[in-house]
């Protein structure tokens, strides 16, 4: 079950699924013919932790040929799964990935046509939800990226506070927690165990109680304290994926990069590992209030590692970078002032072309942005990063509000709809960004970044 992949390298994929028993020797076949799986990988990594119901097993699948269709079975599945490997970098093909942030659980634990108590917005009735709708769309897209807040296993509390759940006692709400993430996963099969699903933290996958959850009936604050052992410091969501850090000299699941066609994608961390004295949100004493990490071997490996990787891309070959972290530091609403202290000169001084974030449950695209400045060339050549924030994917607690007065930096916002992002890299100067409404795949808002310059990208046979 909850069988995802996940790029690995030029040359890799990673497959992971969960069992109920720990597996010895976790293993995949695979080969190009679905009826001849005639090669077999194998690893060690059958692990879970106190609290999880399940094993998460992890098998690196390797020497594939790029851009190829491949079938694969994993040890205990029945039939034959099949993926397509990533573009060579420098792959001057156009294509097309889907970005989704803040999506959580869709159905009876999470977003549905009811809500509980202080929460908005639940699906019309018959209306496709985002996970659906990726499921409808995913032949059109290579690959999802969701740099941040997964499942929301941490809204169990919430959830039943506000009537929503049926209320268990805290000592037992880890199991409304791993039951949340199991259905998240499994529910998100329908597009991972075919598409690669790359993922990046958020505040929710950092511990089991929603940085604070007040139940106003009964005047009671709940903290990180309530939190069984295994439910803290991003605990299950370091189990559960394999992000390609080995391949990338980044960090486990939190920062890494990777490329694919003309395009090369840096996954930051906006949670935790700022470095250079700069406290974290998700950090002991920062203001997210999930007292987690930092994970780095020293406090400014994040920082080190990131200026290291944007330096070292060939943009000849990749022109097209573009970082997604969990949190924004540009958009009318709530912002994350440290984020952009952190990360903004670097995305600055190497050229960045798009930023993507959510963490606020509403769309919102902005301009080329340089310390708060406008780039006056906007999408037409612009020397400044873009941003564009999408947190509207949907999960139990439903869609934010837009302030009255929008930024002046804002091009385009909605808060009424739950989509995602569906992105073109046409060739080494143009990229369009679609919001696309989940409820009947309508494009809400598109519009497409120029680049001047020169490139020298390959056009293999497909
Ligand atoms: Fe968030």
Not at 89 to 106: I, N, R, S
Not at 121 to 141: A, C, D, R, V, W
Not at 408 to 423: E, K
Request: hydrophobic share 30%; net charge negative.
């Amino acid at each position: 079950m909850q069988l995802r992949l996940a790029y690995a390298g030029d040359r890799g994929m990673m497959v992971s699924w969960n069992t109920y028993s720990q597996l010895s020797s976790p293993s995949v076949k695979w080969g190009t013919d679905p009826n001849h799986l005639n090669h077999e990988d194998f690893s060690d990594v059958s692990i879970t932790y106190s609290t999880s119901t399940t094993y998460n097993n992890h098998v690196f699948v390797n020497h594939l040929q790029p851009n190829t269709q491949y079938y694969y079975l994993p040890q205990c599945a029945t039939t034959p799964s099949s993926f397509r490997t990533g573009r060579q970098a420098g792959d001057g093909t156009p294509f097309t990935f889907a970005v989704a942030v803040d999506l959580g659980t869709m159905g009876s634990d999470g977003l549905s046509t009811t809500v509980g108590k202080g929460a908005a917005n639940p699906l019309k009735p018959g209306e496709i939800n985002t996970i659906q709708s990726l499921t409808q769309y995913k032949s059109g897209f290579d690959f999802l990226w969701q740099p941040g807040d997964l499942a929301y296993a941490d809204a169990w509390l919430k959830e039943e506070i506000g009537g929503y759940l049926p209320n268990t006692t805290i000592a037992d709400g880890y199991k409304v927690y791993e039951r949340i993430l199991n259905d998240f996963y499994d529910e998100m099969a329908a597009v991972s165990s075919e598409k690669p699903y790359m993922v990046g933290p958020g505040n929710h996958e950092a511990n089991c109680d929603n940085g604070g959850t007040t139940d106003k009936a009964h005047n009671i604050t709940y903290t990180y304290s309530i939190c069984m052992p295994g439910q803290t410091n991003f605990t299950g969501y370091i189990n559960h994926w394999r992000m390609p850090s080995p391949q990338s000299g980044g960090l486990g699941n939190f920062w890494y990069s990777f490329n694919h066609g003309m395009v090369h994608y840096v996954q930051i961390n906006t949670e935790t590992d700022f470095g250079n004295g700069i406290l974290a949100p998700d950090e002991p004493g920062g203001s997210g209030a999930e007292n987690a990490g930092p994970f780095g071997r020293y406090p400014n490996e994040q920082i080190d590692w990131l200026e290291n990787d944007l330096r070292s891309v060939n943009r000849e070959k990749t022109p097209w970078v573009i970082v997604a972290g969990h949190r924004p530091w540009y958009l009318s609403g709530t912002t994350c002032p440290p984020c952009k202290q952190a990360f903004e000169p670097l995305l600055l001084k190497y050229g960045v072309d798009l930023v993507l974030n959510g963490h606020s449950h509403l769309y919102e695209r902005q301009a080329p942005i340089n310390n708060g400045t406008v780039d006056p060339a906007e999408l037409n050549n612009p020397k400044a990063p873009w941003y564009i924030t999408n947190g509207a994917a949907g999960h139990y607690d439903g869609l934010d509000t837009l302030p009255a007065t929008l930024q002046s930096y804002t091009r385009f916002a909605i808060d009424t709809v739950y989509g995602w992002s569906r992105l073109t890299a046409h060739n080494c100067t143009h990229l369009t960004h679609e919001f696309v409404a989940s409820a009947n795949g309508s494009v809400l808002d598109t519009a497409t970044l120029f680049k001047q310059r020169k490139c020298k990208l390959d056009y293999p046979k497909a």
